[in-house]
């Protein structure tokens, strides 16, 4: 493990992932023991911040793969927006990006419509694996 404060403390102790905010409005997933947050908060090199209340959380899904994001209602999103569009047991946004001109373009969605999208995407995905597996084994025999 990269962020951790030594081999035994890798292995052995107590994980934690922190959402590390990106560039371009996403965050990433990052595992780190506690032992090494306790560390880098101590030394001043990390500090914690609260997502504000009106912080949602939005799955986007694509042809790049799919990745998480925050917006703020009433700031990036409208209300009325959310209101219609949010998973109703959980809050929660789902997210369709696709390319325009080359230029990606991300669209609200509801929910079963993003499953839908997820499944056709993931079809495409095995099909395209299906596909490099019959190359592979082509170039084998040659």
Do not use: C
Not at 24 to 29: I, L, Q, S
Not at 89 to 97: A, D, F, N, P, S
Not at 107 to 121: H, L, S, Y
């Amino acid at each position: 493990m990269k962020f951790s404060t030594g081999f035994f403390d890798g292995l052995f102790e107590k994980k934690t992932t922190l959402q590390v905010p990106q560039d371009n409005g996403t965050t990433r997933d990052v595992p780190v023991t506690e032992a090494w947050l306790k560390k880098m908060q101590t030394e001043g090199k990390i500090s914690m911040s609260e997502k504000p209340s009106d912080t949602v959380t939005i799955h986007v899904i694509g042809p790049d793969g799919s990745e998480t994001r925050h917006l703020r209602v009433g700031v990036d999103i409208p209300d009325a927006q959310y209101q219609k569009l949010k998973d109703p047991k959980t809050g929660v946004l789902y997210g369709l990006t696709v390319y325009e001109n080359g230029t990606p373009k991300t669209t609200v969605i509801g929910k079963q419509i993003w499953e839908q999208a997820r499944t056709q995407f993931g079809a495409i995905d095995r099909a395209g694996e299906e596909s490099m597996k019959r190359t592979m084994e082509m170039f084998k025999k040659l």
